[in-house]
Each structure stands twice: as C-alpha cells, then as structure tokens.
C-alpha cells in the first residue's frame, strides 16, 4: 500500500494499484462522492465510496472539514470532470467536523467574503482561493533564492533588531525588554537605557540595505530576503507594518547594471512560477475574471492575470528618466485637464501614485522604470550625478502596483558621503561602520530593494496586500 | 574582454584569452605579484604587474583593502601555489585603502582574534575565516528550502510581531510604538495599549509552530525559516537574542515520522554543503586542525571537521527513550563519580548540558535523538503518551553542539489539550485559533525546530554562535 499525495494521483497512470491518502473533505455528494483535498494541489482527489457497504455511522461522519483516509484502488474515471478518481476499500476518520460548527466558520461550502476569511486568517488556507496564494507565494519565495544563487549571490541575513536609526525615524518600531510600568530613570528623568537587554535603544528594521553593503563589499554580491517593519499609521490596501523585503547588493555594479539586474530577476521568477505553479495560477486567473465580470466595464482589468504576466515577460521595461516623466506628465491630458489631485507644475515634484499610475497603465502601458531622480527627494546614500541636483535612483513601476522596486547605485565617494549626511544632520558617530566601507576600498556598487508582498499581489492578482501574507499586521490588527 | 569572477579564472582553461577581474587586494609583494579576491570563492587570483612598465603612483596604491580592477591574460602559472594567473595589461584603483589606517583594522595582513573580527564586524566578511563561514551560511540555508521544495512542502512566513504570548512568558521582547517617555494610562494607571500601534501588548515572535500548525492542518507540510527572538539574558558562547529558526511541521504525521525527516533533512544539508563548499571546508577543516594544535591534547577533537561531517552523514542517528537514557545516565562512570554537576537520581530528572554531552559524545559517540520526555518538563502542546505521564517529545543532540533539534508529534486531540492548557493556566481566549484546528478536522500530526546558528555552528567547526550570524545580537550589544 503506498501512502500518496493528491496532486501525485492526479497525475498517475498506476491504474488498479492500491494507494491510501489522506485529506480533508471538501464535499460529499450522493452519499458516494468525495472530494479530498491534502492541500497538495488546489484539486480534489474523487474518491468513490461503496456506501452499501459502508458503517452507517462512518457515513454521517464524512462532513465538509473532516479530517479522513481512504485505502482505495486508483480507476480512470467515468465523470467527465476528472481523469481519475479511487474506489474506496476503507474510510477512516481522523478528526470529525461538526457540520453545526462548520457553518459558522469559513470552512462551510458557501462563498465567503476576503474580509471574513481574513477573520479567520488561522483557517483561510484551508479554502481554495488562500490556498492556491500561499503556495505561489511559497514558490515565488524559492524562485528569488534560486535565481540569487545560481548567480553566486551570497544570501546574507542583516539584524532584525538594529541599533541605528538613520534611515527610518518615526517609523520605527520600539523593541524592549524593559518593564514599561516601571521604567528606570537616569537622574535628569530620561529613560535609561543602559538598563534595557541592548544596553541601548534599539528598533526593528527598515531595511537591511546599509548592513548588506558592508557584505557586498567583499563577498562581491550579495542578497537578503528578511522581514522588514514600519510603523506607519497607513490602512491601506497596499501597506502592511510588517513585509518582507529582497535586497540585493552588487560591488562594481552602476545603476544600469542594477537596471539590467533587476528587469531579469523579476523575468526569471514571473517564467518559474509560470511553469511551476500553473493551477493555482490558472485558477487565480478565473477568479479574476470573474471579479472583474461584476465590475462596471470601465473598472475591468484590461488584460487577464496569465494575459499579464506574459506581458511583462515578454516586453522590455520601459526605461525613463524622472526629468523625462515629468515633461511627459506636465503635457498629459489629466494635468492639463486638472484631473490629476497633484498637479504636475515643476521638475522637482514628488511623484506621487496617480502619476505613476498614469505613466504605465495610460502612457506606457509596460512596465517602467523611472531613473535620475532629484537628490533632495531621495536617501542620503544615493549617488549625486555629475549635474549636482540629480541622484543615481531608480524606481520600478508595475501596473496596478505602483512601486515594487526601489533601488540606486550608492554614494562610493566618502568625502561627498558625508557632506550629504551634514547637511542632513545624520550622526557620522552612528554610521562610523558604513563610513568605514568607503574608507577601505570603496567601490561603485547598486542594489535595490523589492517588497515581496507586491510581487505576490501582483503575480496572484489579488487586490489586498493582507490576502498575500499568511498573518496580516496592520494598525490595530496583530491577531494570531 | 569578458568580465569575470575569480571563482570562475581559477578554474577555467581559457588561456590566452583577455579578462577584466576586479576586487580586493589581500596581498601585494615584491612590486609584482597582487592576491586578489572578489568575495567569489577563498581562493585568491595571482595578478602579475609588470612594474617596469606601471605608473610609480598606480604602484604606490596597490595596497592591502584596497578596490581595484585589473584587465590582463590568462596564463597557465609557473609558480607552484596557483594553476593559473593573470599577465596584467592594465591596472585601475576604483578605492584606496591607506596603509596607517588599514593597520588599525582587522584588513591588516596579521593574525587577529576572534573577538576583534567581531568588533569590526562590517569588515569580518573580508578575512579569509569570515568569508569561508558566510559562504558555507548562505549555501546551507539555500539547502534547506531545497531540500523542503523538492519534497513538496510549502514555505510559510509565520508573523514575527506577535499578539500571543503563551510560549514565550517572559523571554520575550516587546514591540511598541508608544511614546515610552509619554505612556498613555488608562483610568487605574495602567498603561492604555489600545493607544499602541496594534490596540495591544505584542511582542517579538520566539517559534512560529503554532501559526505553522494552522497551516499544515491545510497544507499539509510547510516548513518556516525565519528570524525567531529569545530575551533571556545568557551571554554564552551558544546562545542569541536573534537567531534563524527552521520549522517544519507534518500533517498525518507521528513522531516516527518526524525522526524520520529530521534525520533525513540534516544528512541532505550536510551532503549539499559538502558538494558545493568544498573550498571553503577545507579551509575551515585546517583552521580547526591549526586551532586544535595549539590546545593541550585533552582538549582537541577527536575528529577533524570534514571527518566530523562525513561521520554524521554515514552513521544512523542513535534514538534513544529518555527513560533508557536516564538508566544509562544513573549508571555512567561521572554520575557515580560524582563527576556530574548535576546528578541523576531519579526518573524525571531535566538533562543538562552535561548529560547530554556524556550521552553524545562519550557513550554512543553519534548523534542521539532522545524521546518520550517526562510531560512535565516539555511544552503544553505536546502528545501525551498512554503512559499518561511521558510525551511524545524528540531532542536530536550533536556532538559539540548539544540540542541541535526539539520537536513532538503534537496534541491533536481538543479535550486532552484543554484540560492541559487548564492545568497550565493558559487562557484559551488568547488560543481559540489554535483550539479551532482540533474541532474541525484534526489529526495527526508532528514538526520540529532546528536552530540554523546551531547548525552553522557544527557545520563550520567554530566554536562561538556570535562568529556564524554577520551581526550578532546578544546581551548589551546591538551594534551595527
């Protein structure tokens, strides 16, 4: 008797071989049908039951939810809705599912809203649309590691728990261990905390870029894929306070080599969940088409999910610098028609998510990614041009998305380094280690950063980024 | 001119073809002979200048740290250290590296200890033992999600800001927002953490196993590897405030099958590290065989490092039930000795270090997985045996290393795991996500946790978890 997984007999030719599986039901019709599901596949596995000869009371416990075995005999099947199914010999039931309690839950056969199922985020994946996300989003997951390392980058983990704060003031998460409800005091009434575990004040990070650096310059080229946080009070479809983050770093590398390297790594894991996930992904698709079909046509996607990402695949990203977006912009329709909330007046302006918008859904229709920044709306890291008011940034812009990734080539230069942290007041006693990398065979050297939720946004078609996480945190939300 | 890696130079057969290397100068003598490395492999590449006819001053910063890029010939080498070398045509300083300051740092061509790499830990992957060790980290962990993905399980992201706290009381960091100088109180004085950014008390995540249960319980085997956080104030040469976590968890799994996995994944990790850092092993095979030469006798390992590995790989891990273990224990040489710190008297006993270490290392002289603990030493969600009083709890012990592994088949039925929780005094408000998995459709079902500093540890034969993380984070130090 070989133990097997549902997408294995999905895909099995060992017609008349014994097999067992287990499962959780997802219907039972007929008193004969049932749909098994090990969360394998996003199919169910029919398994035929004999309920002639079947315990009455085995029978009434096969319910929606149930935890069960089947020993069986792999058939082709007769219906015309799978190729194969099992003739079942013995059911055993491992965990009952009360149908009373079933129905208050999400597990119940009905259609659910994503708020509701976000509700019960602890059993969501259990349904067919979360479970088909998660595993793309596992396998998206394995395609960023297997594309750095066949490439030779070195996968460095940066702190979670950081001690500097230089890039994300205010928007950092406090991390303690002090006791809130008596805190010690030095004697001018501040905290003190020299008596907390660090010995200082310490955060969750933002980012890992600046500590990845180090790494980069001297394993060469280097890449984290790490939580990151950000405790900004923003209840939106598109933010979470706690995501996780690609950031590669690569020595020697300008910004159109990052340009070069980030266009093909999107391009690579968009082909390998294309050619790994592609059930899940056809059934994202249908859901999406369906959603859109309730929609007013004029809000309907202009192209299907599969549509989509073969789109991206097989075009090159549209590569534009900011003072060329701004011409583009200032002459657009919905600026000149005041249609835009931000107008476009001067060069300098912040662009804000209307105009990306407008640039690659309207104008471009392809992804874009905007280059050359004005410095004095860009991290103080990034390098100054030659024209002394642009920076080396870039951002990449998809449709529907927004930004999914930023990045630039790094400031080498230690001497301009530090003008700029001057003139922004960041402490050279903070980032003494930072400098150092500039002090000791600095070199030009790129990288950016990818919030991995967007890209599963993206690649799944989903609308909310708390329906690509397993347990959402947003303000006012840590369940689970 | 093709761009190359010194990783590929050194390997390739290309003579006489034309190539552009760049990276950092680890060496330069007799004006003639530069080491250079990119971070690409521990090996340096031999770049031969031809000083007659370079500029004095490109000469004069050619100098250890230094960032420079050189085009050049491929060359069978006549020296005996190297294969091949570079005939250098041209030479480029991207960055400096002044000698006086150099000599201040860890760069400097000396031996330096440990505990100063770890003070200039933004430098560290520059030495030839950090580089190795980083190397082999970043191979590892690409092993493990292999090794999870080719065997279909699905990678989860369990949440690291948590709002539950029935694991971890006590040793958990707390994640706040709230101004700490300002607290909000409500009426009675105690803090008002409706005001905090989640509307609760939360914290820093010390296992994600019970969010991943929820997910096998659908998925059927997921696995995690993600940053996990422990308060406790141990300054030892194995423990961190932050460390990496693997977890994988196994529906309609028991603990058999669970050793089964364990077993099989280590022996899968170790023999990819084995075939893709065979380099960077053997250095590290040398350093400790250099390190072990400077111990008195009585303190050297009995076996190298690569022997070490290969021993594992060969050898069954021994499984041993804790009441077996306790019998060996009480009837072993330093416990009638006296010699045990602690001493076994009874059945019941918690194992120490020392005991653990007796059993690894002197009695069975393999890896150990010990099962069946007592229920009261071992978590609340752990199965309860027929005995009524034993567990089916598993520890894996490695020599050197001590517990490398803790894992059990879990509590899948609701009514014994209330009355547990009952007894424990663990609200099951706080859990009702957690019951909700055992009321509908529970079963069998098992996982563990494997610390990846731990295994590094082993892995790399260094002696000092701080050593295998770029950037520890341990009592009174967040640096960096």
Redesign the interface.
């Given at each position: 008797m070989t133990q097997a997984?549902v997408?294995e007999l999905l895909d099995s030719n060992q017609f008349l071989q014994e097999f067992q599986v287990?499962?959780?039901?997802r219907s039972f019709r007929s008193n004969r049908f049932i749909a098994l599901n090990?969360?394998?596949t996003i199919n169910n596995l029919q398994c035929v039951i004999d309920f002639e000869n079947t315990d009455e009371d085995i029978l009434k416990r096969i319910t929606v939810?149930?935890?069960i075995?089947v020993k069986g005999t792999l058939k082709e099947s007769a219906g015309s809705q799978q190729r194969v199914e099992i003739e079942v010999n013995e059911v055993k039931i491992?965990?009952?599912?009360?149908p009373e309690?079933?129905k208050l839950?999400i597990?119940s056969p009905k259609r659910h809203s994503l708020e509701k199922l976000r509700e019960?985020?602890?059993?969501r994946?259990?349904t067919n649309t979360f479970?088909a996300v998660?595993?793309v989003?596992?396998?998206l997951?394995?395609a960023v590691?297997s594309y750095f390392?066949q490439n030779?980058f070195?996968?460095?983990?940066?702190?979670?728990?950081?001690?500097?704060d230089a890039e994300g003031a205010g928007e950092?998460?406090?991390?303690?261990?002090?006791d809130?409800?008596n805190?010690p005091k030095n004697e001018d009434g501040?905290?003190d905390y020299k008596k907390d575990?660090?010995?200082?004040e310490?955060n969750?990070t933002v980012s890992g870029q600046l500590?990845g650096e180090?790494?980069a310059?001297?394993?060469?080229?280097i890449y984290t894929f790490?939580?990151t946080?950000r405790?900004e009070?923003s209840n939106t479809s598109r933010h979470l306070?706690?995501f996780?983050m690609i950031e590669p770093e690569v020595?020697?590398c300008d910004l159109d080599g990052n340009m070069d390297l980030a266009e093909d790594f999107i391009k690579y894991v968009l082909k390998y969940v294309l050619e790994h996930c592609k059930d899940d992904l056809e059934f994202l698709d249908q859901r999406l088409s369906n959603e859109d079909k309730a929609k007013p046509k004029a809000e309907r996607s202009e192209m299907g999910l599969l549509e989509k990402l073969h789109f991206v695949l097989d075009n090159n990203f549209k590569r534009v610098s900011y003072t060329e977006a701004i011409d583009i912009l200032k002459n657009s329709k919905p600026n000149k028609k005041k249609k835009f909330n931000y107008l476009i007046e001067e060069w300098g302006a912040d662009l804000q998510s209307e105009h990306e918008r407008f640039l690659v859904e309207k104008h471009f229709k392809s992804p874009v990614i905007l280059f050359d920044y004005p410095a004095n709306i860009k991290a103080f890291y990034m390098r100054l041009n030659e024209d002394g008011k642009t920076v080396r940034a870039m951002d990449i812009l998809f449709p529907g998305i927004g930004e999914i990734v930023g990045g630039s080539q790094r400031e080498?230069r230690l001497d301009v380094l530090q003008d700029k942290m001057k003139a922004l007041e960041i402490d050279e006693k903070e980032l003494w280690?930072?400098l150092?990398?500039?002090?000791?065979?600095?070199?030009?050297h790129s990288g950016f950063g990818l919030g991995f939720e967007r890209l599963v946004l993206f690649v799944t078609g989903m609308s909310n980024i708390r329906d690509v996480?397993?347990?959402p945190?947003t303000?006012?939300?840590?369940?689970?």
């Amino acid at each position: 008797m070989t133990q097997a997984k549902v997408a294995e007999l999905l895909d099995s030719n060992q017609f008349l071989q014994e097999f067992q599986v287990k499962g959780w039901v997802r219907s039972f019709r007929s008193n004969r049908f049932i749909a098994l599901n090990d969360g394998s596949t996003i199919n169910n596995l029919q398994c035929v039951i004999d309920f002639e000869n079947t315990d009455e009371d085995i029978l009434k416990r096969i319910t929606v939810g149930a935890a069960i075995g089947v020993k069986g005999t792999l058939k082709e099947s007769a219906g015309s809705q799978q190729r194969v199914e099992i003739e079942v010999n013995e059911v055993k039931i491992y965990g009952d599912a009360n149908p009373e309690e079933v129905k208050l839950t999400i597990l119940s056969p009905k259609r659910h809203s994503l708020e509701k199922l976000r509700e019960q985020a602890h059993l969501r994946v259990r349904t067919n649309t979360f479970g088909a996300v998660m595993r793309v989003r596992s396998k998206l997951s394995f395609a960023v590691h297997s594309y750095f390392q066949q490439n030779n980058f070195h996968y460095v983990n940066t702190p979670i728990i950081t001690g500097s704060d230089a890039e994300g003031a205010g928007e950092m998460f406090k991390v303690t261990n002090l006791d809130l409800k008596n805190l010690p005091k030095n004697e001018d009434g501040s905290i003190d905390y020299k008596k907390d575990f660090f010995g200082k004040e310490t955060n969750l990070t933002v980012s890992g870029q600046l500590e990845g650096e180090t790494f980069a310059l001297g394993l060469g080229q280097i890449y984290t894929f790490g939580p990151t946080f950000r405790s900004e009070n923003s209840n939106t479809s598109r933010h979470l306070a706690e995501f996780w983050m690609i950031e590669p770093e690569v020595a020697f590398c300008d910004l159109d080599g990052n340009m070069d390297l980030a266009e093909d790594f999107i391009k690579y894991v968009l082909k390998y969940v294309l050619e790994h996930c592609k059930d899940d992904l056809e059934f994202l698709d249908q859901r999406l088409s369906n959603e859109d079909k309730a929609k007013p046509k004029a809000e309907r996607s202009e192209m299907g999910l599969l549509e989509k990402l073969h789109f991206v695949l097989d075009n090159n990203f549209k590569r534009v610098s900011y003072t060329e977006a701004i011409d583009i912009l200032k002459n657009s329709k919905p600026n000149k028609k005041k249609k835009f909330n931000y107008l476009i007046e001067e060069w300098g302006a912040d662009l804000q998510s209307e105009h990306e918008r407008f640039l690659v859904e309207k104008h471009f229709k392809s992804p874009v990614i905007l280059f050359d920044y004005p410095a004095n709306i860009k991290a103080f890291y990034m390098r100054l041009n030659e024209d002394g008011k642009t920076v080396r940034a870039m951002d990449i812009l998809f449709p529907g998305i927004g930004e999914i990734v930023g990045g630039s080539q790094r400031e080498e230069r230690l001497d301009v380094l530090q003008d700029k942290m001057k003139a922004l007041e960041i402490d050279e006693k903070e980032l003494w280690w930072y400098l150092d990398t500039r002090r000791f065979g600095t070199c030009v050297h790129s990288g950016f950063g990818l919030g991995f939720e967007r890209l599963v946004l993206f690649v799944t078609g989903m609308s909310n980024i708390r329906d690509v996480i397993p347990f959402p945190r947003t303000p006012q939300n840590a369940e689970f």
